[in-house]
C-alpha cells in the first residue's frame, strides 16, 4: 500500500486515458510552487 499525505490539493481530476488519477498540490513554501502526482487506477 502507498501512502501520501497531501496538504493542498488541488482540483483532482482523471486523465482522458482513464489510467490516472491526477492531484496538483500547490505548496507555498517551495520555490516552483508545488508538486503533480500521477495515481495509477488499478
Known sequence: MI???FVNPADIC???DGK???IPEII???SDGGRVLFLPID
Open 3 to 5: 501512502e501520501f499525505r
Open 28 to 30: 507555498i513554501e517551495k
Open 14 to 16: 482523471i486523465r482522458s
Open 20 to 22: 490516472n488519477i491526477v
